[in-house]
Structure formats: structure tokens, C-alpha cells
T-cell receptor, first 112, second 113 residues
Framework: NAGVTQTPKFQVLKTGQSMTLQCAQDMNHNSMYWYRQDPGMGLRLIYY???????DKGEVPNGYNVSRLNKREFSLRLESAAPSQTSVYFC???????????FGDGTRLSIL | AQTVTQSQPEMSVQEAETVTLSCTYD???????LFWYKQPPSRQMILVIR??????QNATENRFSVNFQKAAKSFSLKISDSQLGDTAMYFC??????????FGQGTRLTINP
């Protein structure tokens, strides 16, 4: 039962470098999400994709881009990393309607 | 916009005690869903319990139950017979037709032996 798989689990970048975080789910879910979690805070939505071929901004989209490559995969790209993007990033997916979201194990990203 | 507030940043109880975590939310919608997620030190986000707003009956899952007060916009989580493995961050979350899950700030719960 893989569920939601995120790669990599850890990454250190220098300011200005680019990076793509990968996410794949094997539950045939329509919706996929990217969140960031900063210390002492809950998760904040960066972008989401309600279905294959669509993406929408969440609460904190600046500095990020996403691609819904197919139904399984949803990637998050940092074009020019900044120290303020140091965070733990979570990918999630959910089925139709109001089914609960299933989360990956997170990616800890540090920008120096 | 919907907001979720958890007013208890940290809580600590002894093993086997009962503990209640508070959550309030603000919304103008009538149909929505509420969740409690657990995040242990392993960092995984684990669904604990969910409540549909249209259901008057409070949800229960083994030792976990909620007190859902729709008029007061309150959604508290009660953990009975607490165990060491319950030590974690707990997040309250709100979901509506806008397809967005809104999280509270979290409560760090420590179960002491």
C-alpha cells in the first residue's frame, strides 16, 4: 500500500537554485494538493489540482509552480529558491467529493 | 474565508487520563466537513476522525470522539484512556465545497508515563 509517495525526503539548496518536488499517488484519486508546514504552524495550501489538467492557487502560491502531469503525478517546482521557502512540504490526494485527504511523508527542504 | 482556531498550543496529561482538545472555526457555509489529524514525531499526517456537518450525531473512533456544536462552531476532540502513542501534534481541519482543507495551528499533546 504505497498511497502517496513524495521524493526526495530531504533536500538542501542554495539560494537561487531550482528544484522540483515529485508526488505520485496510486489510489486513483482525482484531487491532489501541495502544502507547506512551517515550525509551530499548521499546513498551508500552496496549490491544488481538482482533476487532471487543472490547477489552482491556494493560500501561499508565490514562488511556486505546479504541474499535474497525469492523474497520478503532481509536481511542485521552485524556480529560484529563497530562504523563506525553507519548510516541510506535504503532498496529499483525495477522491471524489469530501473524502479525506491522504498525505505523503513530507519533504524537508532547507534553503541556505 | 474560513478560519480554524486551536487555542491550546500545548497540553500534557498522564497516561490513561482523558484529554480534550479544542477547536473553533468560522464559516458562512452550511454544508462542510471537519477533521482531526494526528502528526507524530515521524511527521506523517494521520486522519483520526471526521465529522459531517449535516450529521447531528458526534463521530467516534475507538478511544477518540468529538463534541460537535454546530451553532457554536466548535469541534473538540476527546481522547479517552490516553496512551503514550497518542503523543503528537493534533490539527483540526475544515473542508467545504471549495475543495480546500484549512488547518488550525495545532496542539502539541504529550502523554506522560
Amino acid at each position: 500500500n504505497a498511497g502517496v509517495t513524495q521524493t526526495p525526503k530531504f533536500q538542501v539548496l542554495k539560494t537561487g537554485q531550482s528544484m522540483t518536488l515529485q508526488c505520485a499517488q496510486d489510489m486513483n484519486h482525482n484531487s491532489m494538493y501541495w502544502y507547506r508546514q512551517d515550525p509551530g504552524m499548521g499546513l498551508r495550501l500552496i496549490y491544488y489540482s481538482a482533476s487532471e489538467g487543472t490547477t489552482d492557487k491556494g493560500e501561499v502560491p508565490n514562488g511556486y509552480n505546479v504541474s499535474r502531469l497525469n492523474k497520478r503525478e503532481f509536481s511542485l517546482r521552485l524556480e529560484s529558491a529563497a530562504p523563506s521557502q525553507t519548510s516541510v512540504y506535504f503532498c496529499a490526494s483525495s477522491g471524489l467529493g469530501t473524502q479525506p485527504q491522504h498525505f505523503g511523508d513530507g519533504t524537508r527542504l532547507s534553503i541556505l | 474565508a474560513q478560519t480554524v482556531t486551536q487555542s491550546q498550543p500545548e497540553m500534557s496529561v498522564q497516561e490513561a487520563e482523558t484529554v480534550t482538545l479544542s477547536c473553533t472555526y468560522d464559516t458562512s457555509e452550511s454544508n462542510y466537513y471537519l477533521f482531526w489529524y494526528k502528526q507524530p514525531p515521524s511527521r506523517q499526517m494521520i486522519l483520526v476522525i471526521r465529522q459531517e456537518a449535516y450529521k447531528q450525531q458526534n463521530a467516534t473512533e475507538n478511544r477518540f470522539s468529538v463534541n460537535f456544536q454546530k451553532a457554536a462552531k466548535s469541534f473538540s476532540l476527546k481522547i479517552s484512556d490516553s496512551q503514550l502513542g497518542d503523543t503528537a501534534m493534533y490539527f483540526c481541519a475544515f473542508f467545504s465545497g471549495a475543495q480546500k482543507l484549512v488547518f488550525g495551528q495545532g496542539t502539541r499533546l504529550t502523554i506522560n508515563p
